[in-house]
Every structure is written in C-alpha cells, then in structure tokens.
C-alpha cells in the first residue's frame, strides 16, 4: 500500500515562496499520475497541478499557473510543488495524491487512490 507524506508547508508573507514535497513510501509511484490539491476553510477541495508518470507533461489550475510548478524525481519517489508569488487566497491545507491505476493522466480528484495527510500553508499578507 503506497503511503504519501507532505512536508515543506509553512507560514510566508505574500509575495514569498514555498517547495512541498510528497514522499513515497510502501510502493513506487513512477508509473503513476500524482496530483496536487489543496483544500482552504469552509471551501471544497479543488485541484492545483498534476503531472504525468513521466514527467513529461504537466497541468496547472488556472488560479496558479505561471506562479507554481509540479515536478517530480521518480529515483527519489518524490513529487514537488514550488510555489512563487505566494498569495493570501493560497492558504490551505495542501495534499499530495497518487493515481489509482497506471500510466494515465487524470486531473479528477475520485480518480486519485493515494492521499497523504495533508500540510498546512498560510500566507499573510
């Protein structure tokens, strides 16, 4: 069973920048889509960004494009999220998700099997 776990949220003035991470554990994800979604109080979860198994391609959430970047080292079963220009309107908490099947694209959130715990990033402005 794959285990997910986030780290690298934070408290970051407007403007600033954060890198999450997403670790593997208990399985590989290289042949698997991960996702990015967050999720902020008293709103739905909504998707970020999500990037292929290769890496290959990416896809973003119009409200972060040109400001965050997906990418991932499948040697390190290790999925990034570097986030730039930081804005109050991004404080959530952010989760790391894997693709339930392999070697697909998918930006749904059903269609992700593997969630980590979640990590909490709050900007101030």
């Known amino acids: 069973q794959v285990q997910l776990v986030e780290s690298g949220g934070g408290l970051v003035q407007a403007g600033g920048s954060l890198r999450l991470s997403c670790a593997a554990s208990?399985?590989?994800?290289?042949?698997?889509?991960m996702g990015w979604f967050r999720q902020a109080p008293g709103k739905e979860r909504e998707f970020v960004a999500a990037?292929?198994?290769?890496?290959?391609?990416?896809y973003y959430a119009d409200s972060v494009k040109g400001r965050f970047i997906i990418s991932r080292d499948n040697a390190k079963n290790t999925v990034y999220l570097q986030m730039n220009g930081l804005r109050p309107e991004d404080t959530a908490v952010y989760s790391c998700?894997?693709?339930?099947?392999?070697?697909?694209?998918?930006?749904?959130?059903?269609?992700?099997?593997?969630w980590g715990q979640g990590t909490q990033v709050t900007v101030s402005s």
């Open positions: 990037i292929t198994w290769s890496g290959s391609s990416t």
């Open positions: 998700a894997a693709d339930r099947a392999q070697e697909r694209f998918t930006i749904a959130a059903r269609e992700y099997g593997f």
């Open positions: 208990g399985g590989t994800c290289s042949s698997h889509s």
